[in-house]
């Protein structure tokens, strides 16, 4: 999480609240989804069902309560990662069904494509969206590579490219495809079948040990 957002989220002197820090991340992420960046602070705090004063005392900027929100979709993906017991397979294969529908659902796709069109204007909005998103996700996952390798399940990489290759092999040109309009998003079965070649093919790779 970044400085900002965290500094915004907890500020200091504020009694948590987690009901209501839940019921603000659940209206923004529907109402951004559903109408993009234009929402107003006032419209999510009504869908919240708390005061805009409520929503500032938590955030400085509707850019950071973005932020939040991504933060929040990022930490969920990257579960499989966190738990002990799965074989590596396993826990690629869930990570990568939770990133292929992340990635492809129609509000995200609607969300990256309003990212990319407000990046030039907004570039502060478009690197809080990147930290809290996009590399978040490829940084734990580069983790959990390297950790990995440090116990000898994987044979020795760069964490960092080879989370990148991981990402690559999974949402293939799809992810352009879709961003573009040109086709429709790949489908579930679609999605469960790239994975699990995605995953046979980077285990190919790197598990050689």
């Not at 964490?159 to 086709?183: C, K, P, T, W, Y």
């Amino acid at each position: 999480m970044t400085g900002t957002m965290m500094g915004q989220a907890a500020k200091k002197g504020r009694r948590a609240d987690p009901q209501k820090d839940e019921a603000i991340i659940d209206a923004a992420s529907a109402l951004f989804a559903a109408r993009g960046y234009g929402v107003s602070i006032d419209e999510i705090a009504a869908a919240a069902g708390v005061s805009k004063q409520t929503i500032y005392a938590r955030y400085a900027a509707k850019s950071d309560l973005l932020a939040a929100v991504v933060h929040r979709t990022a930490e969920d993906l990257v579960g499989p990662l966190s738990v002990s017991g799965l074989s590596l397979e396993d826990a690629l294969t869930q990570f990568g069904d939770r990133f292929v529908d992340v990635v492809f659902a129609p509000a995200k796709i609607d969300m990256q494509r309003l990212i990319i069109a407000e990046a030039q204007a907004f570039p502060d909005l478009a690197e809080s969206y990147y930290d809290n998103g996009p590399k978040f996700v490829r940084d734990r996952l580069a983790l959990y590579l390297a950790k990995s390798c440090g116990a000898g399940r994987l044979a020795p990489l760069d964490a960092e490219e080879a989370a990148a290759q991981f990402v690559g092999l999974v949402i293939g040109s799809d992810h352009m495809s879709a961003l573009m309009g040109l086709r429709p998003a790949p489908d579930e079965r679609m999605r469960r079948a790239r994975v699990r070649k995605a995953v046979a093919a980077f285990l190919k790779i790197y598990a050689d040990v």
